[in-house]
């Protein structure tokens, strides 16, 4: 399968490369400084933060390829896990997810609608969701922090499954699966790439801003009602203006991954190694007792990290190109040359 | 096969607020011919390809496709009916791979498809473009630049279009990659499609057009067939006399004294390095196709093109300088104008008495602070030199028309009292109007005592402006022309075929 | 050239001209209206029309206005926004509290926090003009400066003594007007004539409106990034001073969504400025235009709390205000845009 070509990989994407050599590295460093880090309940802890931080990053990886991010995907989650919490007591949680997932996927198909149609930057429509869809939160759950009253009821999602697993993080893999074969085997999700990467030339080649951008917001609505629905569950508590924290870690997980700024260019192997590496870094600090405002600290270090290889990587690039370049100039002058002597 | 046309337009019209950009063009190819296209700027191609592919909609006259009349609404509709053109701006996605640019927009690939599958179903039409040997998997970004337009082409193939209009295929490509173009197209003209060639390079027309269509002015000035002409008659055909009238008479005698020397140039794109000098109040000429190395030279020197070397001396102060910068450039008192105003000569969304101050903010400001006076009445100045209403000074820059534009960008440069200024395609776009208005003052600048160098494709504007011209040729200067010499005839030659390569004459190596 | 061409270009021009200004003012017009419907509102709410109450809102607006007075150089250059706004106060506070609680007093306190402010502002500054992103780099940027300003003051309160030498900012007034509102009316003048009136503000015009074409002329965003990060940062400390002042203490989280009602401080920040008008991609807009849409948001709210809403219903509000004005304005400028 092509997905394990690793030679291919590393030669065509260099900075899936880096992102791999990053994840092992920060693993390493963890396994080796915390003796109780590299054991099976640690790998089950990872996978739980797993199921809400890869889906969060998977969305921003998408929205980035795109060209544009999600802002909005915090409040989002945080919505509709006031939603799940305040309905599974009477409606039971199966019918509570569906419907915080229905909300929250219309959320992010009306978003991208606007995005496309108005043509207005996601950066700045996003801006005005957030704060838009956390009044609605804090409307939801009457301003105050919402609870079960029965707290085993969601416990199915977290039974140990094969060591590490559990029913949230199988779903959530799942879903990567899914989304890595769209992108990668259909129309759709080529045409993700094209408007993120050259948006002026997808759209002169006969590419609809519509279609990609409302299926890559409505699948970030999608991936923000699934986390949400995950953490309220599984804390049995949903705050109104909580899970602000996911943008920065999951963006930092997206770079890490291999996206870049100017779009078109990451995939959905990179959002899962990146947000691994977010994990591993997350969870090592939990174990040195670190508190939670150092962890973003680090992570804010790492983002500005990765940015910097991918600018230096990039000017690199440049670089080759213009030897390349030259060295055709070169060329042609010497055949000129000789065709002149002759 | 029947004998009619199978696209034709008869009486099109294109105005633009009192701008007539097409005045009456009668145009008609058939199956399996080539048609070429030429006129010089300003006659209206690329308005009437803008039609002809439907991105344009506001003209008068009446479409006719195999007999029957039709409405080319959008570029959807014209691709539905067989019409496709391959701009000269390339539009592939450089992060995606071959494979996926060709089937890229449109309902002509599968909906589910892996590389592969896509790799297969891409290679036929990569054949018939003559691109037997690159690997459909390959990402785009590795492609060179002649490769690249072919996969362009490649991609509008893949539409199984009747007729494919190309606007100038082959500019900044290579000997072998035009040679390529034009085996494609040939190639497709034996597979009974139709090809509307428009291009500034005659010899090319003469090797694969049929018949040719000559614009001028904004209407078809004559179509004819390719055994009937040669090159003389065309460029007669292209420019006509009467157009000459625009220029002001001009001063054959280089006087003065130097007041720029040139020492070593060598921009990337130039075969080898270059040294030449311009006098006071001459107006030399860079002549040569897009890629030769004419706009390159002005770009280096005003410090925004990148230099393997080269040094610049103002001779009357002594001074010499590395040209790294804009910033180094405006400080020497040299002003350039690139041929892409839109992107880089104007500030479209702010008022175009800004504009004209904006290299300059220190004539109009006291230790920082904006002296409205002075700005005012520079601007003012500046406008009134440049046959600008005076009364549009506070709107935007966006609501003036391409001509009046062309006089902003260049304009505000005086802002600088410029020694010497670059000038690149200073016309592109402009009305007859409009031309004639800058021409004058760019002459009245050089009697003034600033030297200025123009590039320019434009055959007519860089015969009768320049009183010496440089030509180039793929990267290497081929001729230095002067006085009488300087007619369209050599420069044309020199341009395209040359005689010599001056530069490279002399090497050791 | 011929009279008779002249004056049929300039007829053609005027029409032009006249669709030009409708487009151009067409912003205007539409924040005409919406404050036409708002003094509707006004005049029907209890209490509402009173000097003390106007007063109120002006002093409410005061702290987001400064901030978004100095974000608004940055988004007018082109350079979008900053997200690290709140956690630059958050490191100014500290260091005012830390250096007040030392008993250093107001000027030597105040000079801390605006050093700070020029050293975080120019280090982004510095990245974004190399061509770093400037919503990543500052996100990057708002851990980072975060995180030293809770590991510096480890997470605890820092108090400092009553009576200070802050207090006259604090809770201190001239004639009945509080000396932060004062502060506000003087930053929104003092930026409106830097903007107007100074070669630097037409740089920043210039810049934003067009880059390439900016540095073609001799004005490079390298330098400018730094200046507007700087002066964004500056605004942040005279908030983070201005409010400790108040509250003769500080905390790291005093400007995270745990305090106040509307949630993200830096997100309401950057919403004031977008609601104002100002064009996102730069070139277009004003300081004045933000300082009035601080006060137009600030006096939605209060209206809200004088008729009774809670938290909930207002941040609802103010989102809705935001979403709706982005949604015009593209649809007012979609035509001035080209594809992507």
Known sequence: MTFFNFKKITSNDPDLTFAILLSALVFAFFSLYEPLFFNINTGFAIMERFAVLGLVGLALTLCIIAGEIDLSIGSNAALSAVIVVRLTDSIGAPNAILIALALATTIGLIQGFFIAYLKVRAIVLTVGTLMLLRGITLFAADEKT????????????????????????????????????????TKYGREVYAIGGARKEAVASGVSLKRPMMIVFAISGLCAGIGGAIIGLRSGTAQPLGLQYLLLAATVAAFIGGVSVLGGKGGVVGAFVGTLTVNFLNTGLVFNVTPAYIAQMYLGGLLLVVILFQNMSKVYEDKQQRQLKLADTDSFRQRLLKSLKA | MTNAPWLELKGIQRHFGSIKALRGVDIKINRGEVLGLVGENGAGKSTLMKIMSGFDNGFTGDVFVDGSLVELGSPNKAQALGIAIAQQELSLIPTLSVAENIFLGGNHGPTIASLSTLSNLARPFLDEVGLN??????????????????????????????????????????????????????????????????????????????RVTVLRDGASQATKLASELDVPNLVTLMLGRELSDMFPPKNLDRQGTSAFKISDLWPDGLL?????????????????????????????????HPVRGGLITDMSSGQSFLPKSSKIAISHGIAYCSPDRKHDGLFLGRPISENLTSPNLKRISLKGILNTSKSDSLSADIAESFTIDPSRLPHEASVLSGGNQQKVALGKWLSINPGLILVDEPTRGVDVGARAEIYQKLVELAESGVSIIVASTDLLEISELPSRVLTFYKGALTSELEGSKVNTDNILKEITKPESFLQLAGDAS | MSAAADSKRSASFRQSTALAILKQNGLNIFLAIIALVFIGFAITTHNYLTLFNIKTIVRDAALVGIMGIGLTFVTLSGNFFLLSMKETAALCIITFATSMSHDYGFIISLVG????????????GLLIGRGGNPIVVTLGAAGILYGIASWWSDNLVISFRRPNDAEWLGTGSVMGIPNITITFIVIAILAELVLRKTSFGRQVYLIGANRAAGKATGHENRSMAIKVCMIASVCCAIVAVAFSAQMSSAQANYFSSEFGSSGDFTILVIATVMVAGNSIMGGYGSTLRTSLGAVFISAVDNMMVLQGYNSGPRVLSVGLMIVFSILVFAYIRRDNRSEG
């Not at chain 1, 009253?149 to 893999?173: C, G, N």
């Not at chain 2, 690997?135 to 785009?140: F, G, I, S």
């Not at chain 2, 080898?272 to 706009?295: C, D, H, T, Y």
């Open chain 2, 272 to 304: 080898s390095p270059i040294s030449f000098s311009v006098n006071k109040g001459e107006i030399l000429g860079l002549a040569g196709q897009l890629g030769s190395g004419a706009g390159e030279i002005l770009a280096a020197i005003a410090g925004s």
């Open chain 3, 113 to 124: 926090a605006l050093a700070v402010a020029m050293v975080s502002g120019g280090l982004q």
């Open chain 1, 146 to 185: 919402v609870m079960l009253t029965d707290f085993d009821i969601p416990d199915f999602i977290q039974e140990k499954i094969f060591y590490i697993f559990s029913p949230a993080s199988f779903l959530v893999l799942g879903l990567f699966v899914l989304v890595a074969l769209f992108m990668r085997y």
């Open chain 2, 133 to 210: 040997d690159i690997d459909p998997k390959m990402r785009v970004h590795r492609l060179s630049v002649g490769e690249s337009h072919l996969v362009e082409v490649a991609r509008l193939v893949a539409h199984k279009p009747q007729l494919l209009i190309l606007d100038e295929p082959t500019a900044a490509l290579s000997e072998t990659d035009s040679e390529r173009i034009l085996n494609m197209v040939n190639r497709l003209k034996e597979n009974g499609k139709s090809v509307i060639y428009v291009s500034h390079r005659l010899d090319e027309i003469f090797k694969i057009a049929d």
